[in-house]
């Protein structure tokens, strides 16, 4: 499918909106500047047009095999992973000691959503190797770093994240898997994990799972898991795989979409394993892969809004429908609606979850917490609200395209399909929020008081120029500050999360009228103030409803019984 890389937008974005210039100025990232940043963007961008983007259609028809235990990948697959290997695509914010480029996540971030957008069956194999990449350069022992890291970081290996089995899905720490110490440093690994996105290829020398489990004096539930590292070939002394470990691919499932990935059971016996991190102390280890496996599938979500979006633009400026001024479909206002819909969230999603990057970078550039208190705060809004972008935008590009929607050659459904379980995998979108208003308000609502005092003092110095469009961004966030306050006071956490959702949703309305409103600002008279002034006055006031729906509490969720569900 064709595909057009956004690298402008990034441009805007990271110069106008995000603050990119603050990370720029650091002496961590001092080598990222506009012009070193846009040379990596557009040769991102290459690659994804001309090797990612006529990969998308096969990877669907296609799908990834089992054939007497060995898997077989989607044609053209092995190519495209070659690409992003050798492109250093894969390391890009990985530790120059071990072969990364060093440079900042915001720059990651905005290869990964092109990746997303041009094929992301096969985005999400390079998305877990670089998780698997920052958990071992935080948590592994220096022997495992010197062995691994250059090869996950080359592409030569790939790595897996495995915490999910029958019974432990949100609630990871009911995991049942064991290790068991072998008396030599190593562990053996027993147990079955569930929905393994590519526990298996064709493509690479070694693959190199990331594994939860719990040691024999492990506590049951969260505190009593480990976390080991298991190679599906054991590295021989000079580091090459060597002879086979106990475990397979048991099989793999049959999806909605995403078909390029494939989804595995993974049995596990007895598979030698190296431990990361401290025993019992998985969890905290696994979160460093988790988070930036958070803001990988926002990305992922935003980057399949971009992909749908200018599939359902082509379409629409084609199809000849009914009486207009061009002859096409796109001059029909509610055509128009969807589209400016469709583009504006892009826009909003795309921003929220560079911030989110910013901010990042930020915390590693300066150590200072208040930056790291916003990267986690933004997180769990980029991945839930940049996911919903993703499929609410796939799904209207099928209805731009009428009943070719609906057919499969068209490719608008496969779109759909694809995204769908971004806003089920790496914590269900429930999960992301109930994240926002418990552990990320622990603080007392502290990083989320301070974020809304920037927003209202950007909208205050608006005024004067923007009045029309500052005034009802300040009002949203007053609006928001008011929810946020009730929301803390309350004691009884159900009622806090029976609102959690339509609470997150609201935020990013409110940040999305943000970053509108400074896009507006730096392009008054251009495209991107109309567009600004399309949000501000179409889509920033759903955030009134949700915060109402927000302060509800639990106890209208709770009016009917089991029983009279089912009545
Ligand atoms: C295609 C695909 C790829 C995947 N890849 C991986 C992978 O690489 N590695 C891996 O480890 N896992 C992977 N997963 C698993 C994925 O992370 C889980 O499916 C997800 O975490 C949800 O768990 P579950 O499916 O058991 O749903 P459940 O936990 O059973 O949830 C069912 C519903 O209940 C809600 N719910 C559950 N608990 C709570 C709660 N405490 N409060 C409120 N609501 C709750 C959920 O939000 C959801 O709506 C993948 C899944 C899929 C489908």
Redesign the pocket.
């Known amino acids: 499918m064709p595909y057009r890389a956004p690298v402008s937008d990034y441009e805007f974005l990271f110069r106008h909106v995000v603050g990119f210039d603050q990370v720029a100025a650091s002496e961590r990232f001092a080598d990222a500047d506009a012009d070193v940043v846009s040379a990596i963007l557009t040769e991102a961008g290459k690659m994804c047009e001309e090797v990612m983007a006529p990969l998308q259609r096969p990877g669907d028809l296609e799908p990834a095999r089992l054939e007497n235990g060995m898997l077989r990948t989607s044609p053209g697959y092995a190519d495209g992973w070659k690409a992003i290997a050798e492109g250093g695509w894969i390391g890009i914010s990985a530790d120059p000691e071990h072969g990364g480029m060093g440079l900042p996540m915001t720059v990651t971030t905005a290869v990964n959503e092109m990746m997303s957008a041009s094929c992301l069956s096969l985005q999400l194999a390079p998305l ?1 190797s670089q998780g698997q990449i920052e958990a071992l350069e935080h948590h592994a022992s220096d022997a495992l770093k010197e062995l691994y890291l250059p090869k996950l970081i080359s592409g030569e290996w790939a790595g ?5 089995e029958p019974q432990a ?3 990871v720490g009911a995991l049942s898997s064991k290790a068991e110490p072998n008396g030599d440093g190593t562990y053996a690994v027993t147990g079955q ?1 569930i ?3 590519w526990g298996d290829n064709d493509f690479c020398g070694n693959v190199c799972h990331l594994v939860l489990a719990r040691l024999p004096d492990g506590v049951p539930g969260t505190k009593g898991i480990s976390l080991f590292l298991v190679p599906k070939f054991i590295p021989d002394e000079d580091g090459n795989p060597g002879v086979a470990n106990d475990l397979k691919v048991v099989s793999l499932e049959h ?1 909605m979409g ?1 078909h390029g990935s494939p ?1 595995c059971v993974m049995q596990y016996d007895g598979a030698k394993g190296w431990l990361v991190g401290a025993e019992h102390g998985g969890m905290a280890a696994m979160f460093t892969m988790m988070n930036n496996a958070r803001l990988g599938v926002g990305g992922q979500g935003v980057g399949s809004a971009e992909g749908a979006y200018q599939h359902a633009l082509a379409y629409a400026l084609e199809r000849k429908q009914g009486k207009t001024p061009s002859g096409t479909i796109i001059d029909h206002a509610d055509v128009r609606r969807m589209l400016m819909e469709m583009k504006a969230d892009v826009f909003a999603a795309r921003a929220i979850l560079l911030a989110n990057a910013v901010a990042i970078d930020m915390g590693t550039a300066t150590g200072d917490p208040e930056w790291a208190a916003r990267a986690a705060l933004l997180t769990p809004i980029a991945k839930a609200f940049g996911t919903e972008t993703g499929i609410r935008v796939a799904d209207t590009g099928v209805q731009v395209h009428g009943g070719m929607g609906f057919i499969e050659e068209t490719g608008a459904a496969q779109y759909y399909r694809d995204a769908r ?1 971004t806003a ?5 979108n ?2 992301q929020a ?1 994240d926002l208003v418990g552990r990320k308000m622990t603080d007392g609502g502290e990083a989320a008081a301070r974020l809304l005092d920037e927003i209202e003092t950007h909208a205050e110095s608006a005024r004067a120029r923007l009045p029309e469009l500052a005034e009802p961004v300040w009002q949203a966030t007053e609006t928001l500050r008011e929810t946020t306050e009730w929301l803390v006071a309350q004691g009884d956490m159900t009622d806090r999360f029976a609102g959690a959702l339509p609470y997150l949703r609201a935020f990013a309305r409110v940040l999305g009228g943000h970053y509108h409103l400074a896009a507006a600002l730096a392009d008054p008279e251009g495209p991107r103030a109309r567009l600004a002034r399309f949000y501000i006055n179409a889509l920033l006031p759903e955030h009134a409803g949700q915060l109402a729906q927000a302060q509800n509490g639990a106890g209208d969720l709770f009016a009917l019984s089991a029983d009279e569900l089912a009545a």
């Open positions: 877990m897996t994240m495995n915490l999910t899905g949100s609630d994990k929905f393994i996105s999806k995403l989804t379980v089920i995998y790496e914590g269900t429930g999960i109930m």
